[in-house]
């Protein structure tokens, strides 16, 4: 084993370095979520609980005030995408 990881260059060390680190994050995240560490608490930057604040589904009917966010990066997606380009 020793012999293989001393003929890898410095470029697939790396590569398989990342992939062991991404891996095992999205291991813990899908292990998390399988147990229910997942969840959305609705906690404001202050500290306050905002879980009887209304859904993402009310918004829509109150009008162009009140915009849902979407976020395309997250912490999720970038270690998917880590562990995917990695193993790739």
């Known amino acids: 084993m020793e012999a293989f990881w001393q003929g890898l260059s410095w470029l697939n060390k790396a590569f398989a ?6 891996s095992v994050i999205f291991v813990w995240q899908v292990i998390s979520m ?7 608490s609705h906690v404001q930057a ?4 905002m879980s009887h604040a209304p859904d993402v ?12 966010t979407f976020t395309l990066v997250s912490f999720r997606s970038i270690v998917a995408f880590g562990a995917l380009f990695s193993w790739s």
């Open 34 to 40: 399988l147990i229910g560490g997942d969840m959305d």
């Open 57 to 68: 589904h009310d918004h829509a009917h109150h009008g162009a005030d009140s915009a849902v």
């Open 17 to 22: 370095m990342s992939a062991l680190l991404f």
């Open 46 to 49: 202050d500290g306050a609980d």
